[in-house]
């Protein structure tokens, strides 16, 4: 079992060292999100929330076409996760209704020569409101993406080179009956983790 995030007293402010937080608001944006600490008694979970935003700061001087996305993603890794013995992403949570994306993060083989971005790949994480879900899926199920968007191509993730994950929030979109529109988000994470299920 590999671990990308898990909460617990004696190690939960240095998890939160590893991720950072990013949002439409480096863009002329105005949606904002906090990853913080929730200390439960006997055990912790870290709280992804914030509030998602279609507006645009007025007079910005990026061109957007979208608002409304916040994301928590892992720090680069030293060298890379190879998951290559798993089969599946499952994620300890507790969520407000919305369909939140879960994104892997490769090294770049499927862009450009010459561009910076790592090659993501995402798949949607629904969960139930109020109550811890364990969510699973298959690495089989993530898609290949470039800025949001699937990739219309027969590609397949290399498991042994992973950069990094992320957690991230859009304001439209999702899968049938989640919550979506502007507004309060809040996701809570007890842990992220790698399994084998075959």
Request: charged share 25%; hydrophobic share 35%; net charge negative.
């Amino acid at each position: 079992m590999a671990s990308f995030f898990e909460c617990n007293q004696k190690s939960s402010k240095e998890e939160l060292k590893k991720w950072h937080l990013y949002s439409d608001s480096e863009y002329g944006g105005l949606s904002s999100a906090s990853l913080e600490i929730k200390d439960n008694g006997d055990k912790s979970s870290g709280v992804f929330s914030g509030n998602l935003s279609l507006d645009v700061e007025e007079g910005t001087k990026w061109k957007i076409t979208r608002s409304g996305f916040c994301g928590m993603r892992s720090k680069k890794f030293d060298g890379f996760i190879d998951l290559e013995a798993y089969d599946t992403i499952a994620l300890r949570l507790k969520g407000d209704g919305r369909c939140y994306i879960s994104t892997i993060y490769t090294e770049n083989w499927v862009n450009s020569p010459g561009q910076l971005e790592d090659n993501s790949w995402q798949s949607f994480v629904f969960v139930p409101k109020d109550n811890w879900y364990i969510a699973k899926i298959p690495l089989a199920h993530y898609l290949p993406t470039w800025r949001g968007n699937v990739i219309d191509a027969k590609l397949e993730m290399n498991p042994s080179r992973i950069l990094g994950m992320s957690l991230s929030v859009n304001a439209e979109g999702g899968v049938p009956g989640a919550k979506s529109g502007p507004g309060d988000f809040r996701l809570e994470v007890d842990w992220i983790k790698a399994l084998r299920t075959e």
